[in-house]
């Protein structure tokens, strides 16, 4: 088994991928493009009627746009059912109506879910992207089903990056027909930013997804390794002229009303008001307020347990460090590579609030965040109370971007905590290229300063990538030295050196086996040592993935793992694993069934050595939905562990059960065991959509023991109200 990790060097590793890069560049043929896509929008005096119904005469005025081209699955090809969009403006919205023609009918649409955000791949869906100060960088992304929910989000990045936990004000009804299904679209001009000039140039896209066949089309063509967010791929809207943004002034207070009993305590009710404010500062800039932060309506994390050496990701959930997010971001290679472990995040909003599982309260904060002229500008402070022995502390953040060239950009980031008479803080540069469309590069320097540790306090690394229509070729280097100590951020791993590399091959039979789309076969190498070059960690895996035409996936993965241990490794509380040298191997297969149907599900099971042992790992889900209002989703997680040292099996059970009255109102749960605490969580959820940003909530929380006993239970209300200038 030795002989697996023979010659697995650093320097071999990217003369390999350095050489399969120089390959790909020179093979590429590229994807011809449909170039000078435009379409005009037709102003008009009054506005539409929202139900849904294409029957208004205004709507005859407008050229509609059509000949939408497929990228999935035969890209450049015309797409098999037609869509037309036709596009109108008065002073104040931005409207569209959406006719997507379907020659099996109604019968044929596919709509699973009416949620807030819902998965467009499991839904017939119609997608717009506006690239409103058409820099083939930035926009955002709106999407609608046949149910008329909603779904939308900020791109940055040229759509590498997503964030669809921005909400925005527009509206939106649809209605299915005989003929497919058809959606009136309004879009208030303050709900996004853009230039003030008199004649508006937008870069403009849509995408439509026809589930029944698994297909996907783009008006403006989009090659199959992209999304429909690729803003630089955008046709373009003209026609738009004399639009204002308005005064862009959203204020928006709450009222909270919590009733909570901890295990032995008496019940607590503490009633408590706040305030959020946004403000359109320039047409480029937007700052946010917010006093009294309270986030007691964001749903519970989703457990996890943990057997390996470092700390567990988990996710940000609240709203206001959510928006914008990606501004934020220093390492933010659109491409990490699949299936490795989040290494280093500078600034980790998780760090602010929370401690230890435990809620810190926020006095307030503020965020001012946009464009101005090539440069992309944030800067974020928010000050949290004292709470117990934490002293009240601020966390701030100022982050600059400047675009070169036609899609790259290089930044600056501060990051600084300063609290109870001691500070941290994090500086660094880092810089996002792009060649030739599929050619990537990317890199950052970081330096902590901390007050007691000096030297040994920087992080850097470097990422090159190639993805195309048949390859993708990745490589990777990250040093984190040994005193690196970004207090707000993520290094679950320090004193280390890290490369990495990919290569994946794409391949598609077309007719010879037509139920199957793509094949995907896989390698990647995984090399870690410390400061000193001395190895701790080295792995060697091949996977192959099949997509099937229906939206079904299965992969096997073979993997050899070298680690060594320097110090006995608590895998459990009363168990360790010695020190020394271990080489072991697992085999994994998973598949995951059509989940547009109404029973869906998956599988994926993992067996082979652990260490000085064994381990097996069954994961089981279940998807069920019977309609699109009411989805039941159970997944289930056993492993099993034979050690020298004993033997332990642990599970864990995640239930999720959603039930949408309406596109404004939601019932959620989410119900969890975990073996290893032997406790039973729920989150209940209840949300309606008053208005649009403002909201009602409802939430109950529980954490009990598997013998009954309560840990902890709490009721929550919380309404909120948008008031908009």
Not at 200 to 213: A, M, P, S, T
Not at 266 to 285: A, S
Request: glycine share 8%.
């Amino acid at each position: 088994m030795s002989l697996t990790f023979e010659g697995l060097l650093p320097g071999r590793v990217y003369r390999l991928v350095g050489t399969a890069l120089a390959l790909c560049c020179w093979t590429q043929a590229s994807l011809a493009q449909d170039p000078g896509r435009k379409v005009t929008a037709t102003f008009i005096e009054s506005p539409i009627v929202m139900d849904g119904i294409l029957d208004e005469a205004a709507w005859s005025l407008a050229e509609p746009t059509s000949d939408f081209i497929q990228k999935e699955p035969r890209t450049g090809e015309p797409s098999s059912e037609r869509t037309e969009v036709r596009i109108l403006y008065d002073d104040e919205n931005l409207y569209l109506g959406v006719y997507c023609f379907d020659s099996a009918g109604p019968e044929g649409i596919v709509v699973n879910n009416l949620a807030r955000d819902f998965t467009p791949r499991d839904n017939d869906t119609f997608t717009m992207v506006f690239d409103t100060f058409d820099d083939n960088r930035n926009g955002f992304i709106l999407s609608t089903n046949p149910g008329g929910a909603k779904r939308d989000g900020q791109i940055s990045g040229d759509g590498e990056t997503r964030n669809y936990d921005w909400d925005g004000i527009w509206y939106v009804n649809t209605r299915i027909t005989e003929l497919g299904w058809q959606a009136e679209i309004a879009i208030p001009f303050r709900t996004f930013r853009f230039r003030e000039d008199e004649q508006q140039v937008w870069g403009l896209n849509f995408g439509r997804n026809i589930r029944r066949k698994f297909e996907s089309v783009n008006w403006s063509a989009i090659p199959r390794s992209y999304l429909t967010s690729r803003v630089s791929m955008a046709g373009e809207l003209n026609g738009l002229n004399g639009i204002r943004q308005g005064n862009s002034l959203y204020v928006k207070p709450y009222v909270l009303a919590p009733i909570l009993r901890r295990e032995g305590d008496d019940v607590d009710f503490t009633p408590d008001v706040g305030l959020d404010v946004k403000f359109g500062v320039t047409t480029g800039l937007a700052l946010d307020v917010t006093v009294n932060t309270d986030f007691s309506q964001v749903e519970a994390d989703r457990q996890q347990i943990n057997l390996t050496r470092f700390p567990l990701f988990f996710p940000e959930k609240r709203e206001f460090f959510l928006e914008n997010a990606a501004l934020f971001q220093v390492r933010r290679q659109g491409r990490e590579l699949r299936n490795r472990n989040r290494d280093m995040i500078a600034f980790f909003t998780r760090r602010i609030g929370l401690s230890g599982g435990r809620v810190v309260p926020i006095l307030g904060g503020a965020r001012l965040t946009g464009s101005a002229g090539k440069y992309r500008l944030g800067f974020l402070s928010i000050q949290t109370d004292e709470f117990e022995e934490l002293p009240s502390t601020n966390f701030s953040v100022a982050r600059v971007r400047r675009d070169i060239f036609n899609s790259s950009d290089v930044g600056g980031v501060f990051i600084n905590k300063q609290g109870g008479g001691e500070h941290n803080r994090t500086y660094g540069l880092d810089n996002h290229l792009r060649f030739m469309r599929y050619l990537e590069i990317a890199s950052f320097f970081l330096k902590t300063d901390t007050p007691g540790l000096t030297g040994q306090d920087t992080a850097g690394g470097l990422f090159a990538g190639w993805e195309d229509q048949r390859f993708n070729i990745s490589g990777n280097y990250l040093s984190i030295e040994e005193n690196f100590n970004p207090e707000v951020g993520f290094v679950p791993r320090k004193k280390m050196r890290k490369s990495l590399g990919e290569f994946t091959f794409k391949f598609r039979p077309e007719e010879r086996i037509p139920w199957i789309r793509e094949f995907r076969p896989s390698t990647g190498i995984e090399y870690i040592t410390d400061q000193d070059n001395r190895v701790e960690d080295k792995s060697f895996d091949q996977r192959l993935s099949i997509d099937f035409q229906n939206g079904a996936l299965f992969g096997i993965t073979h993997r050899v793992r070298f680690e060594r241990l320097d110090e006995p490794f608590s895998i459990l509380s009363t168990q360790d694993i010695a020190v020394g040298d271990y080489v072991f191997e697992d085999i994994a297969a998973s598949f995951s069934s059509d989940r547009s149907r109404m029973f869906s599900g998956s599988i994926n099971l993992r067996i082979g050595e652990f260490f000085d042992g064994h381990q097996d790992t069954y994961t089981a889900g279940f998807l069920f939905q019977p309609n699109h209002q009411f989805v039941v989703d159970l997944s289930w997680k056993h492993e099993d562990v034979d050690l020298p040292s004993g033997d332990f099996s642990t599970d864990l059970v995640t239930t999720r059960l959603n039930y949408s009255f309406s596109p404004r109102m939601f019932l959620n749960a989410l119900i969890q065991y975990n073996s290893t605490v032997d406790e039973i969580s729920s989150n209940i959820r209840f949300n309606f959509i008053h208005k649009p940003l403002s909201d009602l909530f409802v939430v109950y929380n529980e954490s009990r023991s598997t013998d009954g006993e309560v840990r902890e239970r709490a009721l929550i209300a919380k309404l909120t109200y948008i008031f908009d200038f």
